[in-house]
């Protein structure tokens, strides 16, 4: 079975500071992996994708992603975060159920 | 166009009427998808459609029943709901490609109240 965790809830940053979204899932072999971002009341826009090769993926918006095979990761990163970013994200995992299953979500909270 | 159109935007509906959402692609993805997501939480699966084909239903109840007229064209007719279906509404296509599914693009979603 595949599974995704996002351990963290909600995250609060101010504006300017660096950000990492925390993705840890479950598969016995290489899954394809994604972030989709949800602004409120609209639908899931992707960030990035993960399938094969570089290991660190690069999407849009200036967000990053690492896949790290040994601690089964795939951390969102954003070196500087924007008021714009304020959002709902969510990691999701591809392996052979032929559908998407997403962990529970991060709320990202911006201060300015 | 990588765009996925759902209508209507907004759907105020009596535990006794009969309604329709819809949804429209034009990428020529061969598989869509239904998906019922509640306030703060993650998109939860209710059908996929592959080659105009059901090929998964996830136990949803009776009072929803999708169709597939084309292989744009994705409906889910609405009767006899409750008001614990009200939720956001999100239909979502992709390729088919092999075993896994690939990226899915997703429309906007269709808020659905239920009285």
């Known amino acids: 079975a595949q599974s995704v965790t996002q351990p963290d809830i909600h995250i609060t940053v101010s504006e300017g500071a660096s950000l990492e979204l925390r993705c840890n899932y479950s598969?016995?072999?290489?899954?394809?992996l994604f972030w989709y971002v949800q602004s409120p009341g609209q639908g899931l826009q992707l960030l990035l994708k993960y399938f094969s090769g570089d290991t660190l993926v690069q999407g849009i918006k200036g967000f990053e992603a690492e896949f790290k095979r040994s601690q089964s990761s795939f951390n969102l990163r954003k070196p500087s975060v924007h008021w714009s970013d304020a959002a709902e994200y969510f990691c999701a995992v591809s392996g052979s159920a032929r559908q998407l299953t997403f962990g529970s979500g991060t709320q990202l909270t911006v201060l300015p | 166009d990588t765009e996925v159109t759902q209508t209507p935007k907004h759907l105020v509906m009596g535990m006794t009427n009969k309604k329709s959402l819809k949804c429209e692609q034009h990428m020529g993805h061969r598989a869509m998808y239904w998906y019922k997501q509640k306030a703060k939480k993650p998109p939860e699966l209710m059908f996929v459609y592959s080659y105009e084909k059901l090929s998964i239903n996830e136990s949803v109840p009776s009072r929803f029943s999708p169709e597939c007229p084309n292989s744009s064209l994705l409906n889910l007719h609405l009767h006899a709901l409750q008001p614990e279906d009200s939720a956001l509404y999100l239909c979502a296509s992709s390729q088919v490609v092999g075993p896994r599914v690939d990226e899915q693009f997703f429309g906007p979603g269709t808020r659905l109240t239920v009285l």
């Open positions: 598969y016995g072999a290489t899954p394809y």
